[in-house]
């Protein structure tokens, strides 16, 4: 076997050695399809939170997309966050919300025990039928209030704390 000179090099870069892809993989093309995988993971966030306050205590929190173990802990930084600010009462308006794993229950549940400890409150509104299924499986539905419609939360909030509607 004869060692390569850098001549060789030369021609491996040009593409008539055979073993040139193998040799530098630097010079290796992307496999097919990888700038459209990036562009596709890069299109939207999985999960949105928009946030309203009907009352200076109170935060209804929409929530759109899969609360997941990949998107539980903004949903939990963004609870944190009305708490911060003397949101002791949250509504989690969860219509929006096709999928929750045991991640996203989780932060319920942590929502329902850091709401208490404010002397606060937390009720579910609007659940998809899948997201209910879960709530009431895993009992959550038994500690904390879930409601059909985003206005009966509400009002029941008002007559439960304020004594009004």
């Known amino acids: 076997m004869t060692p390569r000179t850098p001549s060789d090099s030369a021609t491996a870069r040009t593409g008539s050695d055979p073993y040139a892809a193998a040799q530098d993989p630097t010079d290796a093309e992307p496999f097919p399809g990888a700038e459209q995988a990036d562009e596709t993971a890069e299109e939207a966030p999985r999960l949105t939170v928009e946030v309203s306050v009907p009352d200076p205590d109170v935060a209804v929190v929409a929530i759109t997309g899969e609360l997941d173990v990949d998107t539980a802990t903004e949903l939990h930084f963004q609870l944190a966050n009305q708490l911060h600010h003397g949101r002791r009462h949250l509504v989690l308006d969860l219509a929006d919300v096709p999928f929750m794993d045991s991640s996203g229950l989780n932060i319920v549940i942590r929502a329902q025990q850091e709401t208490r400890r404010a002397e606060g409150s ?6 998809t039928p899948a997201v209910r299924r879960i709530i009431d499986l895993t009992g959550v539905s038994i500690t904390t209030p879930v409601h059909d419609g985003l206005d009966e939360a509400l009002a ?3 007559r439960e704390v304020h004594g009004r509607e």
């Open 122 to 127: 937390l009720r579910l509104a609007r659940p």
């Open 156 to 158: 029941e909030h008002r």
